[in-house]
């Protein structure tokens, strides 16, 4: 299993096996289904909804417009509260980075939080390589880890598993991982959650270290905060003696003022509730004396760059960066909803996936050329999306950066440009159309041919134009161009106007 699923098939390819799923389209109609009509309920409730959308959306443009100074200040204030603050380039160096502050302390074993940044930068096999075992305790996360499956969701990770497969899963592999699943286990959701959490309270009051991501920085105190719905979030972050946190930099937001704006649109629009269960938020370290506070004696902030340096300075890609990872956009995806999360090839699917994987890891690969593809551009996900990120807008740019050829490889500072595979005749149509339409004679004669041979015409294109066509039939031509019909018609009159 690989944190960024490079070598997958294209897009088309992997969507194709997908769709031929039965039972994971039928897993992924019902939970979409039931989680967006949950949501437009709860955000119905809401009179200014649209006011904190936009609040939202201008917080997060105006830290990402001064990120260097929020940096700093996060910096800054993490360090005066006692924590420690690593900054990593790329996810080798942030691998490495974790490995080594675990290695410190000793252990061999390690609690985590539901992360998509670490699952981006695969922490999890780079921990397992140096001997050091990771123990996902977020249920869904739990479900996906045993499987030896890949997160398929942002915020329901094993969305494309129904209640048997999880009751099988659980019988066969938690024995392998710890207390094994009780005697009899059946299907029903009680007794699922319950040898879950048997299964890992052990794990809780074992592990010396724990690691999480975080949903927030809020740089004026340096505080991180992470917000859940089942309780395992708030023990791996106070139970350990040493937390790590490794978060991408575009998760800061400058004010506690401004915290509040999301702590109202982010439970609505991820899972529909008017106030997420647990928030959890912790400054530095506590103060380490033997029943005073709870928390790490030791915290230590990871910032993770990974591509999002070279997302911002992208002008139309950079409002990928808003993302606070609601999935809103995921529910309401007929494309998600009929293909599932995997075919992605990312830990980041559906709309954002398509547009943040690319900007993340260049377009050099074949999964990654293609995801600016993964649309139908009906705008449900801009519709949704609590910080207005305008992700068709998005795609369609990086399709143009594909064709023209965009980001391939990344080394240090340097960005090497690849030429775009595939688009061959993509490119040579749109230099066709430019040669003819910067030239009147030639269009004109051009649309006559096309008139007067129309019954020749095919309902299909040929070729590579076939993947195009092969569920749309070519808009017929008409029996005479326009101008001739107006020559005709109105005997050029005003033609010029």
Not at 236 to 255: D, F, M, N
């Amino acid at each position: 299993m690989s944190g960024t699923y490079l070598g997958m098939p294209a897009f088309p390819e992997a969507a194709r096996e997908a769709v031929r799923n039965t039972t994971l389209r039928g897993n992924l109609r019902h939970a979409t289904h039931t989680i967006r009509d949950k949501r437009a309920r709860a955000v119905a409730e809401l009179d200014d909804w649209a006011e904190l959308r936009e609040a939202g959306k201008r917080i997060k443009d105006h830290t990402l417009r001064h990120l260097d100074r929020y940096l700093v200040q996060v910096e800054e204030a993490v360090t005066a509260a006692g924590g420690t603050v690593h900054w990593a380039a790329d996810a080798d160096e942030a691998n490495e980075i974790v490995a080594r502050l675990v290695e410190e302390t000793g252990e061999s074993e390690v609690v985590k939080v539901k992360s998509m940044a670490t699952q981006e930068i695969g922490l999890n096999e780079a921990l397992e390589a140096r001997g050091i075992h990771a123990y996902e305790t977020d249920l869904a996360e739990l479900i996906v880890q045993l499987g030896k499956d890949r997160p398929s969701h942002i915020l329901v990770p094993a969305i494309h598993r129904n209640r048997g497969e999880i009751r099988d899963i659980f019988r066969a592999e938690m024995s392998e991982w710890g207390r094994p699943a009780p005697e009899g286990l059946t299907d029903t959701p009680a007794e699922l959650a319950e040898a879950a959490r048997l299964h890992l309270r052990e794990k809780f009051l074992r592990a010396k270290v724990g690691i999480s991501g975080a949903n927030f920085m809020v740089a004026e105190t340096g505080t991180l905060v992470v917000v859940e719905s089942e309780g395992n979030g708030r023990m791996c972050l106070t139970l350990p003696e040493t937390l790590i946190s490794v978060v991408g930099i575009e998760k800061i937001v400058p004010t506690w003022r401004d915290l509040e704006v999301f702590l109202q649109t982010l439970p609505r629009s991820s899972t529909a509730e008017r106030m997420n269960p647990y928030t959890s938020m912790w400054t530095g370290t506590s103060d380490g004396r033997a029943g005073e506070g709870d928390g790490p004696r030791a915290f230590h902030l990871v910032l993770l760059d990974n591509g999002r340096t070279d997302t911002l300075a992208d002008e139309v890609g950079r409002q990928a960066l808003r993302c606070i990872r609601c999935s809103a956009c995921l529910n309401v995806c007929p494309v998600y909803e009929r293909a599932g999360g995997h075919a992605y090839g990312s830990v980041y699917p559906g709309p954002i996936g398509a547009i943040l994987s690319p900007q993340l890891r260049g377009t050099g690969s074949e999964i990654d050329a293609s995801l600016p593809y993964a649309s139908s551009l009906c705008g449900a996900c801009y519709e949704v999306c609590p910080v207005a990120i305008d992700i068709p807008e998005v795609l369609v740019h990086l399709r143009e950066r594909v064709v023209q050829g965009g980001p391939a490889v990344r080394g240090g500072n340097r960005v090497v440009l690849k030429p775009a595979k595939g688009h061959a005749a993509e490119r040579a149509a749109m230099r066709a159309a430019r040669w003819a339409f910067t030239r009147p004679g030639a269009l004109r004669t051009g649309q006559r041919l096309a008139s007067r041979s129309r019954r020749l015409h095919p309902r299909t294109l040929p070729g590579p134009g076939r993947a195009w066509s092969g569920s749309r039939d070519l808009p017929p031509v008409p029996p005479e161009p326009f101008r001739d019909w107006w020559q005709r018609t109105h005997g050029g009159r005003d033609e010029a106007k």
